[in-house]
């Protein structure tokens, strides 16, 4: 009998106890043997629960359980989420976990950890929710080197974009319309700026890179500043404003980036709409593999963790393979070394002239234009430039007319 | 140190070897030992080649050299593949293969006999190529039921149709440059008549729903029949024609497809071009997943057998999950028992007659136009109506008018 703890009854917490108590005929087969959940920690009160006689309020009560060997943690965020997994790993029980933060910032520690105890920490519902890609990534792209990664890996800012490009929504009001329907939080930083996705492409460039990738070291832009002007110029370029979370190795050293891009409509990755996810992984061998559904939500993040839960329960000994290093500063590449096209919208006294000095800086520029464009405005697309030089090309050109929108172009 | 034989030195059998030894590092930091390639079997000569010293033409030399502990089998076809599988796996060596005839027509027994031997049959290049889906179906949604599977399956027909949608060629126009290209045989039946389609949607659905789907019992409609006029229609609808294999749980039986299909340009499946794959699974607790890329070639399907001889390395025992038993033939519904909604395209004399016709039938129908649509010609798209009713009901309509199409429209 495999005697399960699940830490946290929130959304995907008890998404979690539901899919295992659904489909536990089937898991037990899967798993080779009989299995229970036999304690939910949660200090809330959840009695008249179906679940009632599981509740615990005290960690210590699963620590010190020599029956527990594998523990699915879901309360997220760092604190006491650090400590408790930490000290399961060095009690040799298996952890898995939906928890992003956690994973983008300690992955390498814990499973350092793991490896020592042998025993496995598993998190396939840190990113894509119910999407399989932390496991296919690392099993079945085993003969490949992974050599770039993108990915629109946050449901709340591709709802907000697809909003303004599909009904011509001003960010603000998609915004609170996410917010009615319960995709966005009353506070929506970690979506719109980025963040959540930073710590997704951190984890996954941290498992096909093989050094972890830390999200202080990455730089990130979210989509509060996209307008619905520049969302129509994409159109004309022929293609879609998407939040991408990229990497790419660069030599020894990794590419990784967060930041609102146009991407072509020849793209798998332009047609993902509303909260859906997408993750492309371009492989030396496979070419390019797209995974694509629903990022987040209950079932589907629950079904995540099971699945692990499954896998934890029924490898004994570490997976040696699924691991990475700890990293220093050093393995992240300067953004500003990087070289990208870029979409820019002015507002100038004279076109011609900024047109003629923008060429001079970066070669033959590519017009866009879009319905009620005003008078003094103009946009294109550039060239390949330096992020350093583009910026300080930029600060020039800002003398003479006014930057209103400034985009990267990436060819995913 | 793992000792592992090639059968077969063709496209896919060089792809291995090539994928094998240059990732070789890599692939035995994921074993966790050495590795190499000691015998590659091929009737052909290949002297004067990099691997000169580990040809061999004797399958014995192989079976009874008990160093060896994975094979695999690139042959393809039945003849000889199934007999020299059937003996490895007797003797105790794990074998993978890309062999879909093989798995689609011999899976069950050669996964029992894997069981019985303790040792593994894996097959994720059978399906998809390089496109990791047999390994997320088994493990990363073992939490979920698996309730629908749907695909776009097949390279080669995938592409004739996409140069019909988008450049207006003719099929044989289109089948010709597919050939020209490589990407059609000499003889195309098995990819235009649906059979490659068919055996690939039978190893999904196997593995999806625990029990052998044998294509004899799968009703297989290939791609001959579709005009560019039903691809005009089909535009006018709002989405494209594609060859999809799929199959779905109907109470304790499956129901499982291979036909042409209206798709609507809401579903992911409708953007997929070219050669490239994509298939949608839809789980109970994930919602809709899809998974994306090119579903042949060489260094992909390599790829995807040197991934699994990672697997079969490193796992000591039989994958209890990776399993599903023989059935009979009353594990398939009849597909006369389907319901679908149809396409239609006829010639008439009297149109306003033949839609009064098909109303009394089948209800309400939606009208489709085309440009340079002939005078007496119409087309619409029906109600759910089951396939045999439909059937009766078109030898009927046939009394009056000419059917020139007929294409389901599924919706995925």
Not at 183 to 203: S, T
Not at 321 to 344: A, H, M, Q, R, V
Request: hydrophobic residues 40%; proline residues 2%; negative net charge.
């Amino acid at each position: 009998m495999v005697k399960i703890a699940v830490m946290g009854y929130g959304v995907v917490g008890s998404g979690t106890v539901e899919v295992f108590y659904k489909n536990l005929s089937s898991i037990e087969t899967k798993i080779g043997d009989n299995a229970e959940i036999k304690y939910i920690l949660d200090l809330r009160d959840f009695s008249g629960t179906p679940y009632d006689d599981k509740f615990i309020k005290d960690f210590n009560t699963i620590l010190n359980d020599p029956e527990i060997t594998v523990v699915a943690e879901v309360i997220g965020g760092l604190k006491p989420a650090y400590d408790f997994v930490k000290s399961l790993l060095e009690a040799g029980k298996s952890v898995v976990t939906s928890n992003k933060e956690l994973v983008a910032e300690k992955g390498a520690e814990l499973l350092h950890i793991a490896r020592e105890k042998k025993v496995n920490f598993f998190f396939e519902a840190s990113v894509g929710g119910g999407i399989p890609i932390i496991r296919p990534l690392h099993h079945c792209m085993s003969a490949n080197e992974i050599d770039e990664i993108a990915g629109i890996l946050n449901g709340t800012t591709n709802f907000i974009l697809t909003k303004m490009i599909n009904e011509g929504m001003a960010f603000d009001e998609a915004l609170s319309t996410a917010q009615k329907l319960g995709y966005a939080e009353r506070n929506p930083a970690a979506d719109v700026e980025g963040h959540d996705a930073c710590r997704k492409i951190c984890i996954l460039a941290s498992l096909a890179f093989g050094k972890h990738v830390y999200p202080k070291d990455v730089h990130t832009e979210g989509i509060t500043e996209v307008t619905l002007e520049d969302v129509q110029y994409c159109n004309d370029f022929g293609g879609a404003v998407k939040l991408i979370g990229w990497a790419a190795r660069r030599g020894g050293k990794a590419a990784v980036m967060v930041c609102p891009a146009f991407i072509s409509e020849e793209s798998q990755l332009s047609s993902v709409n509303d909260v859906f996810n997408a993750i492309l992984v371009r492989g030396d061998a496979t070419g390019d593999v797209v995974f694509y559904g629903k990022g987040a939500g209950k079932l589907p993040t629950a079904s995540a963790v099971v699945s692990d839960i499954i896998m934890a329960a029924k490898m004994h000994g570490n997976s040696k393979s699924l691991y990475w290093e700890t990293s220093d500063g050093e393995f992240i590449l300067d953004y500003k070394e990087l070289k990208n096209k870029f979409y820019l919208r002015l507002i100038c006294g004279d076109k011609a002239a900024a047109v003629k000095q923008a060429e001079k800086m970066w070669g033959k520029v590519k017009i866009l234009h879009r319905d009620q464009e005003s008078e003094n405005e103009i946009a294109f697309i550039t060239e390949e430039v330096s992020e350093r030089q583009f910026e300080s090309d930029c600060a020039e050109l800002a003398k003479s007319a006014e930057i209103k929108g400034k985009i990267r172009v990436l060819d995913y």
